[in-house]
């Protein structure tokens, strides 16, 4: 689930760690020259909203998925207001998943889907806040729930 403003590839850029694609939609993330180029280099792919399934960021994905490459994505494709519900999954996952299991079937190893938690993004960086706050705890972990 994805509640916070801030995201993981932004943490992980921060830290020099990117080991990993990712989506964002292109109002968040590429709205402006400068945060293209962070997020380009951060292995972010932009998605547009209402755009639908046949997409540059879309197929972007489903070729690094094809290249046996990990793609880190939210499902709900938003964040979400209640920390306690989740929101529907969005057709671009299940387009993903469809798109994965035919490169396995043609010998590209399938994907490990991990569910992931974490906790607290949302302190560093609320909705509607435009800097991050300082000294604030993270967590996170494995969920099944």
């Given at each position: 689930m994805h509640i916070a403003q801030i995201r993981d590839q932004q943490s992980f850029a921060c830290c020099n760690v990117v080991c990993?694609?990712?989506l964002c939609a292109t109002d968040r993330c590429f709205k402006y020259a400068?945060?293209?180029?962070f997020f380009t280099a951060a292995k972010v792919l932009p998605v547009?909203?209402?755009?639908?399934l046949a997409q540059p960021g879309l197929q972007a994905?489903?070729?690094?998925?094809?290249?046996?490459?990990?793609?880190?994505?939210?499902?709900e494709g938003t964040r979400s207001r209640n920390p306690e519900h989740m929101l529907p999954v969005r057709r671009g996952v299940g387009r993903l998943v469809v798109?994965?299991?035919?490169?396995?079937?043609?010998?590209?190893?399938?994907?490990?889907?991990?569910?992931?938690v974490h906790a607290g993004m949302e302190?560093?960086?609320?909705?509607?806040?435009?800097?991050?706050?300082v000294g604030q705890q993270v967590g996170g972990g494995s969920s099944l729930a």
């Open positions: 990993r694609w990712t400068a945060l293209s180029q547009a909203r209402g755009q639908g994905a489903e070729s690094r998925l094809a290249h046996g490459d990990w793609i880190h994505i939210f499902p798109a994965a299991a035919e490169s396995a079937r043609e010998g590209t190893p399938a994907p490990l889907v991990v569910p992931f302190d560093i960086l609320p909705v509607g806040s435009s800097l991050p706050r």
